[in-house]
């Protein structure tokens, strides 16, 4: 039997039996000993493997629920205005949203930068990669 301790702090047992007295001699003793980093780096592989796919599985279901809460507060019906230099915007918007560009808003402070990257994430359908300042 061999107990084999993983970094994680979890241990892992490994035994053989057999029905048959004085099966395991002390080569197969040692032949186990001597396993024994090797099993531990295999189990840790596991261990490691099964936690980045849980962390992938929450950085999913994150990713859903923020793409979720960029839908319903997204309300573009309440950017108000038709005047040419707002038409240029959204123009601006549309060319840059298919883009990984990276887009600085500057404006006086109440001018509606804010609204603007979620109309970015809205066109992109993806990441944002917008700032305000």
């Given at each position: 039997?061999?107990?084999?301790?993983?970094?994680?702090?979890?241990?892992?047992t490994?035994?053989?039996?057999?029905?048959?007295?004085?099966?395991?001699?002390?080569?197969?003793?040692?032949?186990?000993?001597?396993?024994?980093?090797?099993?531990?780096?295999?189990?840790?592989?596991?261990?490691?493997?099964?936690?980045?796919?849980?962390?992938?599985?929450?950085?999913?279901?994150?990713?859903?629920?923020?793409?979720?809460?960029v839908?319903?507060?997204?309300?573009?019906?309440?950017?108000?205005?038709?005047?040419?230099?707002?038409?240029?915007?959204?123009?601006?918007?549309?060319?840059v949203?298919?883009?990984?560009?990276?887009?600085?808003?500057?404006g006086?402070?109440?001018?509606?930068?804010s609204?603007?990257p979620?109309?970015?994430?809205?066109?992109?359908?993806?990441?944002?990669?917008?700032?305000?300042?």
């Amino acid at each position: 039997m061999a107990i084999i301790p993983t970094t994680q702090g979890s241990k892992f047992t490994v035994s053989f039996y057999s029905r048959q007295p004085d099966t395991y001699l002390p080569d197969h003793v040692s032949l186990v000993d001597r396993l024994q980093q090797s099993i531990k780096l295999t189990l840790e592989r596991l261990l490691a493997f099964d936690e980045i796919a849980r962390l992938n599985e929450q950085l999913g279901r994150e990713n859903k629920y923020l793409q979720e809460q960029v839908k319903s507060t997204a309300n573009f019906n309440e950017i108000v205005g038709s005047s040419p230099k707002l038409k240029q915007v959204f123009k601006q918007v549309e060319k840059v949203a298919p883009t990984d560009a990276t887009v600085l808003l500057t404006g006086e402070s109440g001018t509606g930068k804010s609204c603007l990257p979620a109309l970015y994430i809205r066109c992109r359908c993806g990441t944002i990669n917008c700032w305000s300042k």
